[in-house]
């Protein structure tokens, strides 16, 4: 069975500050697909980045980072320079297709507030 | 514009009285899926489907049902509610399966009282 760890439940830091968001996952496949999405206060689910299996390498979009290592089976993000408008609920979630099942598993959350 | 739109957004009903919530998306997407919110838990899979009249379970199926007869939509079907299943819901579809990027719809507030 597959399972998605985010200990972190809920993060604090004052803008500007950098801040990381851990997520550990657990799957017996070979291939999978890591994904982190964003609900902001609003209540929507905002997709941010999507990464298999193959793929080690780190990527960078603008503030946001994600580093990926199969060694520790973890996906973390950080965000760099912190704004208010990050403040969310973070999900990290796990894919594991099959052919004949596809099932994506999402961890329980990492709640970020960013005050002035 | 493309969107995955659910109804109602907000339901307070009461113990075993049926309910669907429906889901359609205009996207042509083949993957859909159901899931539950509640703090501390995250969101849990409840069924999906990979293409009309194909559909399966999630982790947490049990008091739910769902049918797939058109690709568009995929309506959330609680026949006998209880009050565990007061949450918050999302529909979500996506291109193929579950490798790819859900698009979510805005979300159904159910209460069971």
């Known amino acids: 069975a597959q399972k998605v760890t985010q200990a972190q439940t809920e993060i604090s830091v004052v803008e500007k500050e950098d801040v990381t968001l851990d997520c550990v996952y657990e799957?017996?496949?070979?291939?999978?697909?890591l994904f982190w999405y964003k609900q902001p206060p609003s209540g929507e689910l905002v997709f941010l980045i999507r990464?298999?299996?193959?793929?080690?390498q780190n990527e960078i979009s603008g503030r946001y980072s994600w580093n990926f290592q199969k060694s520790t089976s973890s996906f973390n993000f950080t965000i760099t320079a912190s704004q208010v408008v990050d403040s969310a609920v973070y999900f990290c979630?796990?894919?594991?297709?099959?052919?004949?099942?596809?099932?994506?598993?999402f961890g329980t959350g990492t709640r970020l507030q960013v005050t002035l | 514009e493309a969107q995955v739109t659910q109804n109602p957004r907000y339901l307070i009903t009461v113990t075993g009285k049926k309910l669907t919530v429906t889901c359609s998306q205009n996207?042509?997407?083949?993957?859909m899926s159901w899931y539950r919110q509640d703090p501390g838990l995250g969101l849990r899979q409840i069924y999906y489907?990979?293409?009309?009249?194909?559909?399966d379970k999630g982790d947490v199926p049990e008091g739910y049902k769902v049918s797939r007869k058109e690709k568009r939509n995929f309506p959330l079907i609680l026949e006998s509610p209880s009050p565990n299943q007061t949450s918050l819901y999302f529909c979500?579809?996506?291109?193929?399966?579950?490798?790819?990027?859900?698009?979510f719809g805005p979300g159904t507030r159910l209460t069971v009282t």
């Open positions: 996207m042509n997407h083949e993957y």
């Open positions: 979500a579809s996506s291109y193929r399966d579950s490798r790819y990027e859900q698009y």
């Open positions: 990464r298999n299996s193959f793929d080690e």
């Open positions: 979630a796990l894919s594991v297709n099959t052919g004949t099942a596809s099932k994506l598993t």
């Open positions: 799957t017996r496949d070979t291939t999978y697909y």
């Open positions: 489907s990979m293409n009309v009249e194909v559909t």
